[in-house]
């Protein structure tokens, strides 16, 4: 069966420091890829997408950047946070048009 | 662009009550339509996957129907149970691509 696996669960940062958030999905090939972030009070905004190694999409222009080194490994990075950056991320893949599933999320907390 | 509407935002009803969700969405071009359920900090869980094709789907005590033409889905939840109690977003795809667009949900509370 797959899984999909996201950490760290939590992360407290300071303002302007980097930061890494890593996926990884098993039991699986070639899914496609999706990173999102749920602020305090607000919807799921998608920040990134991928179809494939070294294929990503981004979907809002701000500080965080993506990538896919290897087939189910996503990763979501920063050079330097910002308040504004503090929210739930979520990673979800799927395979195809069927259904999304979602990995249990970060919180990421910007001090 | 595809934009989706979830409304009501919020809902309380007593246990054993039947419910609809209902969500709309702008764009009928779709292939699918997903619902899900979140609990509070946690991640999204998929309750149902409806298919262009298809008018409905159903699992369990729970029930998601489609009309793209309208530009609606909703969710029927039968007899509701307090563990119910969950924030329900739907999603659907823009137009000829992979990205889903959410609603900002349907925060139910279910009461014993």
């Known amino acids: 069966s797959q899984t999909i696996h996201q950490w760290p669960a939590t992360l407290v940062q300071p303002v302007g420091s980097p930061l890494s958030l890593e996926c990884t999905v098993e039991?699986?090939?070639?899914?496609?890829l999706y990173w999102y972030r749920q602020a305090a009070g607000r919807g799921l905004q998608l920040l990134f997408y991928s179809v494939g190694i070294g294929q990503i999409s981004s979907e809002v222009p701000q500080n965080l950047s993506a990538s896919r080194p290897q087939d189910r490994q996503f990763i979501l990075s920063s050079k330097k946070l910002l308040l504004s950056d503090s929210g739930f991320y979520l990673c979800a893949w799927n395979a195809g048009a069927d259904t999304q599933y979602f990995g249990p999320g970060t919180r990421l907390t910007v001090l | 662009k595809q934009e989706v509407t979830q409304i009501p935002a919020a809902l309380s009803v007593p246990e054993g009550e039947n419910l609809v969700l209902n969500c709309s969405f702008t764009d009928s071009a779709i292939y699918n339509l997903q619902w899900f359920r979140q609990d509070p900090g946690k991640g999204l869980t998929s309750l149902l996957l409806?298919?262009?094709?298809?008018r409905e789907q159903t699992s369990g005590r729970l029930n998601a129907s489609l009309d793209k033409s309208s530009g609606r889905s909703t969710l029927y939840i039968a007899a509701s149970q307090p563990g119910d109690s969950a924030t329900y977003l739907c999603a659907a795809p823009s137009s000829g691509t992979y990205k889903y667009i959410f609603g900002t949900g349907t925060r139910l509370k279910v009461l014993a």
């Open positions: 039991g699986t090939s070639n899914p496609n």
């Open positions: 409806i298919q262009s094709s298809q």
